[in-house]
């Protein structure tokens, strides 16, 4: 049963470290998700790559997060430096685009990083 | 993408089955309806999608109406694991694989 791995699981650090979290999508999956979701905003999206390439990150805070895929089975999300607003959990989540269709229809979620900033 | 609306909650009785609407007055040809359930403590999981005409898969089924303003997800009977927060989303064709969740509803199901 293939799943979106997601690594920590909890995270609690203080106000100016440095967060990096971790995404192993599916094997074969081509589109990788990076979602937020807290109890004021809800779920958000972040940022999503298509064959390691970023595609949107139009959600992303530009000037302290990051978001990059090493390879094909492992995309990162980092926070530097982060910030008690920054407390959420955050979900990875891949897909696959078919050749023709340009779009994924089904996303499959991790299980998610919880991130406590104090 | 145009906006859907939903009950913010609704209870059913185990192994009943159960209607969740959604509206989404606005929609144009192109929109994709999908759903996504979210269990407590866990991330989003695909439910179904459609464009146009009814779909059936193993977890639900999705009947559209003729004018595509509203659709209905039906669980045809629910289980006490199926209560979780419940997801209609449009997906337009600008947005590429883009989702945006709203607020769902929250479905609480009785033994």
């Not at chain 1, 203080?14 to 905003?41: A, D, K």
């Not at chain 2, 997801?87 to 989702?99: A, M, N, P, Q, V």
């Amino acid at each position: 049963d293939a799943r979106v791995t997601q690594t920590p699981r909890h995270k609690v650090t203080e106000m100016g470290q440095e967060v990096t979290m971790r995404c192993q999508p599916i094997l074969g999956h081509n589109t990788v998700f990076w979602y937020r979701q807290t109890m004021m905003q809800g779920l958000e999206l972040l940022a999503y790559f298509r064959n390691r390439a970023p595609l949107d990150d139009s959600g992303m805070p530009k000037d302290r997060f990051s978001a990059e895929m090493p390879d094909a089975t492992l995309a990162t999300l980092k926070i530097q430096p982060s910030e008690p607003r920054d407390s959420a959990v955050y979900f990875c989540a891949s897909g696959l685009v078919r050749l023709r269709e340009r779009k994924t229809y089904e996303q499959y979620f991790g299980p998610g990083t919880r991130l406590t900033v104090t | 993408d145009a906006k859907t609306t939903q009950p913010n909650s609704m209870e059913s009785n185990e192994e009943e089955p159960v209607h969740l609407p959604c509206n989404h007055s606005t929609i144009s040809g192109t929109d994709y309806i999908h759903w996504y359930r979210q269990l407590p403590s866990q991330g989003p999981e695909y439910v179904i999608h459609g464009l146009t005409s009814n779909v059936n898969n193993r977890m639900a089924s999705l009947a559209i109406a003729e004018d595509r303003k509203s659709s209905t997800l039906i669980l045809h009977r629910a289980t006490l694991r199926d209560a979780a927060v419940y997801y209609c989303i449009l997906r337009g064709e600008t947005s590429g694989s883009r989702l945006t969740f709203g607020e769902g509803t929250q479905l609480t199901v009785n033994p």
